[in-house]
């Protein structure tokens, strides 16, 4: 039996993305914004690591993250960039940018057009193009937090599909051409895999209730099934036109697209009956899916937390080819369980050390055997991409996250062998 010869990034990534071993399991710090880095961790990572890089640029400012330089990638072992999109979040406009120092105290630089509003209690707010309060971020905090009301209301309107489908902005030939342009320099001068962060495809973010609140939404969903339908199919066909021009400019580069980051699940439960998503959202993501297979050779990404083994059925059904992030201390997310019933059907990326445990608060040791663990559950046959369960977040050692990242590339070299030698079962290239 002959070992896996030495591969590119994007060869590694698309080896395991078709269900097959590549050389090592690929590693995703940073591809995405569901698998970056919080901007306060990375300043302290990379002081940790005597990197001498530049104040890092907060690419996505609803979780801080920042944008990856690559001599930080390259120690990361990554094997994945982000084609990112001008604009992220809030409207905020990712160049001309400006030098704002966070609530740890870390320079850092915002998009040109972050002009935030602090009121008498030192709360800082993000304000739309109106001048409207959308996310704050209270003294103290790391993170700017939407400000739109999350509870039942006292009254509300529904809104006719045909108007709520006009309200979802198309992507620019502005916003286009950007894109365009960084997808091709990445394509030609790296051989990362290229995760596209479309952003414009999730159905029911509470940017995408339609006017409702999340708690209004999640009760229509039961007494109101057919107008959510139809709210969610004119969503889906929205998606599907900006699908048509996001794939026209980038869809000869890109390995993944980023579909949709609603989360399904709680914690101890999932947010809803999954009989709800089978019947009410399939048939709309599956249109979205449907073109992106029609139309490129990109695999679909789907980012749901949470307690989701009951949904995971209904996400292939979908047309779904990744499912991150795989949060295993969520109810019913045995992970042996979860790669026995989908591990041939569905793309496993993330789960590969806890971000709410073992990451911030084990020792290296427990960090390392979790991700051995994690990795003889994932890794044989393929299918499965190295990284964390979250985004990693302030207050993790650096020591622990490089033990992390350092123990995926050593023992994640196929075929698979655990800390202690063992080969691991599962199918081996030939």
């Not at 050390?353 to 663990?373: R, S």
């Not at 990284?387 to 070299?413: F, K, M, S, W």
Request: one cysteine or more; glycine letters at 8%.
């Amino acid at each position: 039996m002959i070992a896996a010869m030495s591969m590119t990034s994007r060869e590694r990534i698309q080896t395991a993305l078709a269900f097959e071993e590549p050389d090592r399991v690929p590693i995703d710090i940073g591809g995405s914004n569901c698998t970056g880095i919080c901007v306060d961790e990375y300043v302290e990572l990379t002081r940790a690591l005597g990197l001498e890089l530049d104040a890092p640029k907060v690419y996505e400012p609803f979780e801080m993250l920042a944008r990856m330089e690559e001599p930080l990638r390259q120690r990361l072992h990554g094997d994945v960039v982000s084609l990112e999109n001008p604009s992220m979040k809030f409207g905020l406009i990712n160049d001309n940018w400006k030098s704002w120092r966070t609530q740890q105290g870390n320079d850092v630089y915002m998009p040109g057009n972050f002009n935030p509003e602090v009121d008498e209690q030192g709360s800082t707010y993000i304000l739309d193009s109106k001048g409207n309060r959308q996310a704050v971020l209270v003294p103290g905090a790391l993170y700017f937090e939407k400000t739109c009301p999350t509870g039942l209301s006292d009254n509300f309107s529904k809104m006719d599909p045909d108007e709520w489908r006009g309200k979802i902005e198309l992507f620019s030939d502005e916003h286009l051409r950007i894109i365009e342009n960084n997808a091709r320099t990445l394509y030609e001068n790296t051989d990362y895999a290229i995760l596209g962060e479309f952003g414009k495809g999730g159905l029911g973010t509470t940017s995408l209730f339609a006017g409702h609140t999340l708690t209004d939404w999640i009760c229509l969903l039961v007494t109101e099934p057919e107008y959510c339908s139809s709210i969610l199919q004119a969503t889906a066909e929205r998606a599907v036109e900006n699908l048509k021009l996001y794939l026209d400019a980038v869809g000869r580069y890109i390995d993944v697209v980023f579909i949709s980051a609603v989360d399904f699940g709680t914690q101890k439960a999932p947010l809803f009956n999954p009989d709800i998503f089978r019947d009410l959202y399939v048939t709309n993501y599956r249109m979205m899916n449907d073109y992106v297979h029609a139309n490129s050779r990109a695999k679909t990404f789907f980012h749901s937390c949470g307690s989701v083994f009951d949904f995971l059925e209904h996400f292939i059904d979908a047309g779904v080819d990744i499912i991150n992030p795989l949060q295993l201390t969520a109810a019913n997310m045995d992970a042996r369980r979860i790669k026995q019933t989908y591990g041939r059907r569905i793309v496993f990326w993330g789960g590969g050390v806890d971000t709410q445990t073992v990451l911030p608060f084990g020792t290296q040791e427990e960090v390392v055997e979790q991700v051995n663990e994690r990795l003889q559950i994932f890794a044989p046959g393929g299918g499965y991409v190295f990284t964390p369960v979250h985004c990693v977040q302030h207050g993790v050692p650096p020591a622990n996250l490089l033990a992390a990242v350092d123990a995926a590339y050593e023992i994640g070299r196929y075929p698979m062998r655990d800390i202690r030698g063992q080969v691991s079962e599962g199918r081996r290239r030939k």
